[in-house]
């Protein structure tokens, strides 16, 4: 007996209405997979679907066709209209509902569940270029140009379509952490153990301020969605906010007691999270600098934290080897994620909020489906630890760096 049909029996379903379900759900998903029936994902959406959400789907599938089933008593064939089939499908699933209390879920939408699992990313091209370890990758707001950071003292702007290298800068004097650009792309902005912030001009790769401040090696530097303002975060335990065109330091964030390993400004601008060596993520508030939330979990030291494109969520990541979802209103940690076998080092949403991605030391980057938290993809390639990545603003592509000085180009397909 299949795990699938274990799990109704055990939910005491009314099993004579499964096959018609699960015809109906291999039809739809023929449909969304171009033609194709693939049978582990029917088989991974069964196990995943609840009753409520097996009513929502079949009575939207019936609306547009009417399902020949089969009725065992009187032994023959017969074509049952739309109405009266609704009508049978809904006596029994409300009594599933019943049975198990089951909640209102968020699979509404069944054809945008089988898409995500159907889509499968796989690797495109390597980048080679870099002379020591790479730390960060990031995109450009368009999809169509890569920005890494190394430990040869380097940043690079990459053209993803021809995996050319477009420009160079130099001039930091130790390891470069975090570079990305500007949300107007006309500057870069990079930190390193050099202590320095750094801002550069795309088309020149002139160097065109500098800021200094910070006591320790600076590990992450963000824009806020304007361009207005950046947030630095160092080994020195604080978090800087910096005026981007006085270039003034506006805001010093005092709480965490160890080093702070990132930063990144809500989609809002108006919040700050961060995370850091004292095992803790915490919550700020931009304009007064004050400490809104200390959210407490991982029970090692925070490598990344990142909010959900909506901004209702943030999702971290430690070297206890877990993910943890929490919510920003509550503050609550909402579910823990786990499968890496080491330090996961950076882990960010898709732009749909639906998926998460991460990577870790054990070499993997691995996708996971925000609300249930399972894994739903395993890249491997990389053969050292995957340190940095990041995801197109149309969800098509990830890109990944690693200490094997390689970055890596994966494709949805």
């Known amino acids: 007996m299949s795990q699938v049909t274990k799990k109704f029996k055990q939910e005491n379903a009314d099993f004579a209405i499964y096959p018609l379900f699960q015809n109906a759900l291999c039809q739809q998903v023929a449909i969304v997979s171009d ?32 399902i020949k089933a089969q009725k065992t008593e009187a032994k023959e064939q017969r074509t049952y209209s739309v109405k009266n089939l609704k009508e049978e499908v ?15 879920i968020w699979i509404g939408d069944l054809d945008k569940i089988i898409a995500k699992y159907a889509k499968h990313f796989r690797l495109l091209k390597i980048l080679e270029g870099h002379d020591d370890k790479v730390k960060s990758v990031r995109f ?5 140009r890569i920005i890494s950071s190394s430990f040869d003292k380097t940043i690079r702007i ?12 130099k001039g930091h004097s130790y ?12 500057t870069v902005v990079s930190c390193s153990w050099d202590n320095t912030i750094r801002f550069w001009d795309v088309k020149s790769g002139d160097e065109l301020m500098r800021f200094g401040g910070h006591l320790n090696a600076i590990s992450d530097v963000n824009y806020s969605p304007d361009g207005q303002k950046i947030a630095s975060s160092s080994s020195d335990g604080a978090i800087r906010i ?3 065109g006085s270039g003034q330091m506006t805001k010093k964030l005092i709480g965490h007691s160890g080093g702070v390993l990132n930063g990144q400004f809500s989609p809002d601008g108006q919040m700050l999270v961060s995370s850091s060596y004292d095992n803790t993520v915490t919550l700020w508030d931009v304009a007064s600098g004050i400490r809104l939330k200390q959210l407490l979990g991982h029970v090692g030291f925070g490598t990344r934290a990142r909010f959900s494109p909506d901004g209702r969520f943030i ?8 993910i943890r979802i929490w919510d920003v209103k509550s503050g609550k940690e909402l579910k823990k994620i786990e499968g890496h076998s080491d330090t996961i080092r950076e882990v960010r949403y898709f732009p749909d909020g639906q ?37 197109s603003p149309d969800s098509s592509t990830i890109i990944s760096c690693s200490y094997d000085k390689t970055i890596r180009i994966w494709r949805c397909q």
């Open 140 to 144: 450009s707001k368009d999809g169509l």
């Open 35 to 66: 033609g194709e029936q693939d049978v582990s994902l029917v088989s991974k959406i069964l196990f995943l679907i609840t009753p409520y959400d097996m009513r929502q789907f079949f009575i939207l599938f019936c609306s547009n066709k009417a």
């Open 158 to 169: 990459w053209d993803i379509a021809s995996g050319e290298q477009i420009k160079t800068f």
């Open 90 to 104: 809904e006596l029994v699933l409300q009594s599933w509902i019943r049975s198990l209390d089951v909640k209102l």
């Open 315 to 322: 999702v971290s990541c430690s070297n206890d080897k877990t």
């Open 355 to 391: 998926t998460i991605v991460s990577c870790s030391s054990d070499h993997t980057i691995r996708l996971w489906d925000a609300k249930l938290g399972n894994e739903m993809q395993r890249l491997e390639g990389h053969f050292d630890q995957v340190t940095g990545i990041d995801v």
């Open 175 to 186: 390891w470069i952490y975090v570079a990305e650009f500007s949300p107007n792309e006309h």
């Open 242 to 244: 910096w005026d981007v």
